[in-house]
């Protein structure tokens, strides 16, 4: 496995760790289920990312007479692991959340920080994606994006891709029902887009 692996994913895991906090302490503040739901996400894809950084180092260990051709696929497991874990904890908790927002709306007491980390957290999954996106287009090489998915060797550098790409969806996501739900004053906008949150978090896990 390539070190430019190990880059993405520990980049990655840094900065989902740092704006899983700060969503969480927004969500504190201003009551929103949405930014609850991203703090989950987040937290989720840090959980996620020290997986995969485990299946690297599982994989990379030396061929043995119990397996003499290597333990490259182990990281195949460990990224489905992945996937479980998005789907049952990430999608699941999202979604109860906006259910019970729906069933006990109540208003946010101040979206202004939601705004301002939600931007923040746009920004550094905007330069991870990027990051993410550069070193899957160097291991792909001639082949097409959708080959490269399905016979990449190394599938740890797509997932950490696919996951960011559903933060940023995610993000626009908790932004719009944040937005929604202060200037119309109705609060079942902040549940639904926790929600929305956790379908694309169970759609990101039956992808991967």
Known sequence: MSAGSRKVIIAALLGNL??????????????S??????????LVD?????????GLRKAARPANERFPFGHGKEIYFWSFVVAILIFAVGAGVSIFEGVHGLLDPHETDDPRINYVVLVFAAI?????WMFALREFRQ????????????????????????EDSAAMLGLAVAFAGVFLAQITGIPHFDAAASI?????????AWWL
């Open 46 to 54: 840090t959980g996620n990312q020290v997986l995969l950084l485990h």
């Open 124 to 128: 550094f999954e905007g330069f991870a």
């Open 196 to 204: 929305v949150i956790g379908l694309i978090l169970a759609a990101t």
């Open 33 to 42: 289920s949405a930014m609850l739901s991203e703090g989950i996400h987040s």
């Open 18 to 31: 740092a704006i899983a906090a700060t969503k969480f302490v927004a969500a504190a503040i201003s009551g």
């Open 139 to 162: 291991s792909k090489g001639k082949r097409s994006y959708l080959e490269a998915v399905r016979r990449g060797k190394d599938p740890s550098v797509f997932v950490v891709l696919f």
